[in-house]
């Protein structure tokens, strides 16, 4: 069973700090890989997304990609008490197939 | 340019009644999403459409969910009879084939309470 694995947390960080949010996949043929954010109540919202082995920066936001690993992680630079929410990991498994597998979320909580 | 449309916000029936949830996608999408989010099962596919067509139902828990898309800018997602267990948010995404990628664009959800 094809499977995104997240800690649950809750992530604890202190603002002005970084977070490093992790997210590990069992298909090696996935090919895109997303981060959603979730606010409590609120809809997913696509804040990163990536393709290719390596680091992507977008903001005080870096996505960052190992295939052979299986692992896919984000950072949040100087975190503020806005980004208190859940992070979806979401993968898709293969070129020919829409739709995206997530996993269960972590919760993320900066403390002001 | 507006998001995913879906209506109702909130529907609240009882069991044995016919549900149905709208979503209209980002206008030029051509791919569309229903999925299931729960506390225990996370956020999971139920069925998505390619150009109208279904091109993946294995997520659709049993014959008592369905769903349509008759043109570009409207799917329905209807369960009948409902069932307390049906009890979750259902949220309808979007997507546009450009370049190979996935990104989906999520509409507001409805949150549906089967009593």
């Known amino acids: 069973q094809k499977e995104v694995e997240q800690n649950s947390g809750p992530l604890s960080v202190p603002e002005g700090a970084i977070a490093s949010l992790n997210c590990t996949y069992s298909?090696?043929?996935?090919?895109?890989f997303f981060w959603y954010r979730q606010y409590s109540g609120k809809s997913p919202e696509l804040i990163m997304s990536?393709?290719?082995?390596g680091d992507k920066e977008d903001g005080r936001f870096t996505a960052q990609l190992n295939k052979a690993s299986q692992y896919v992680s984000l950072l949040i630079r100087d975190s503020q008490p806005s980004d208190s929410a859940t992070y979806l990991c979401a993968v898709n498994e293969s070129p020919g197939r829409r739709a995206l597998t997530f996993g269960s979320g972590t919760r993320l909580q900066v403390q002001p | 340019d507006a998001g995913v449309i879906q209506s109702p916000r909130h529907e609240v029936t009882e069991m044995g009644q016919e549900v149905t949830l709208r979503c209209k996608p980002i206008s030029g999408h051509d791919y569309l999403f229903w999925y299931r989010q729960t506390m225990m099962r996370g956020l999971e596919l139920l069925i998505y459409?390619?150009?109208?067509?279904?091109?993946?139902d294995s997520g659709m828990p049993e014959d008592r969910f369905s769903a349509k898309m008759p043109n570009a800018s409207f799917s329905t997602l209807k369960i009948q009879p409902s069932e307390p267990r049906d009890s979750a948010v259902y949220f309808c995404a979007s997507s546009f084939l450009a370049g190979g990628t996935s990104e989906q664009f999520f509409g507001p959800g409805t949150r549906l309470t089967v009593l």
């Open positions: 459409f390619n150009n109208n067509v279904p091109i993946d």
């Open positions: 990536i393709y290719s082995n």
């Open positions: 298909d090696r043929v996935s090919q895109s």
